[in-house]
Nanobody, 122 residues
């Protein structure tokens, strides 16, 4: 049974930072492309960032480029999202996702976490 468990969400003022973590189990972690999505109230879930199997290639939504950094530790089966210079519009529930395909990850990942709330106040 695959489980993705997010942690690290919380409340922060604009300009602040948070680091999200996602611990994966029940899968061969290094075989999966990992990513983060978010969903704000009243909006559709959107792709935020993804990272390939070895961690050598990462890609981001335009809205977070230069502010967010995705990384992974295959020895710990964990993917991270470092979020800096946070803005109120970054407020959302953030979801970890996994898929063996990089293309599928950005559209309809096979596995999802339960989500963690990030709230940025102005």
């Amino acid at each position: 049974q695959v489980q993705l468990v997010e942690s690290g969400g919380g409340s922060v003022q604009a300009g602040g930072s948070l680091r999200l973590s996602c611990a994966a189990s029940g899968l061969t972690f290094s075989n999966y492309v990992m990513g983060w999505f978010r969903q704000a109230p009243g909006k559709e879930r959107e792709f935020v960032a993804g990272i390939r199997w070895s961690g050598s290639i990462a890609y981001y939504a335009d809205s977070v480029k230069g502010r967010f950094t995705i990384s992974r530790d295959n020895a710990k089966n964990t993917v991270y999202l470092q979020m800096n210079s946070l803005k109120p519009e970054d407020t959302a529930v953030y979801y970890c996702a996994a898929d063996q395909s990089g293309v599928e990850l950005t559209t309809r990942p096979r596995y999802w976490g339960q989500g963690t709330q990030v709230t940025v106040s102005s």
